[in-house]
């Protein structure tokens, strides 16, 4: 942060009390503990229990969020994955021209519970967020495509016009499109991605065939 014009705050030393003000101000929980890593300063949120695995996607949107809401003090946008590590206090941080050693400006002790802390930092839209993840877990596990792993022999139906079955047909063609739809939920779990939908367009096309006049 010390050389980002864009960075509202700078030469912060050991006057952490205006990072806590910031917090407060901003309805941000505070932090655990403070530490200067000799380039800049360090945030911890000590829990009262290790984050089970399975809470990866809430740590990482919690992190995500905290990154966000400190973006003024030049926050690293890039250090929300589960595998980071950081700085230890007493050791050397030899980036530094004076090889200054990381130390704690702040030492609170101050541990939370890991989803007090989630509820406390992300907004509502969250919730709605993991509802709907969860809808879309549930709408994956009953998907099946039925219409198109079927022979093109078994899908024709013979109607009143003749053996031909072109009602059948079409019939097949118009459930191949529901699908269709189906298999780019399943593969991009949701609408077919830009720049990616080239195969299913093409797929498309050859029902839409069977259906209206080419």
Known sequence: Y???PTIQYHDLGENYEILLKFCDDNNIPRPSNILSSGRGIYLHYTFECPVP???KGRFQATHRELLRKFIPWGADQATYDFSRVFRLPGS???HHPRRHRC???DYRGKFYDFSTLCDMVLPKKYEDYKKQKIARQERREKARVEYLARRKTNALVPDERGAQGFKGWASWA???LYDLKTLGFL???GPVRKGECDIFCHEAGILLAQISNP
């Open 174 to 176: 118009k459930k191949g």
């Open 2 to 4: 010390e050389t980002n």
């Open 53 to 55: 695995a399975r809470c």
């Open 187 to 189: 593969r991009y779990r």
């Open 92 to 94: 050397v941080n030899s």
């Open 103 to 105: 130390q704690f400006l």
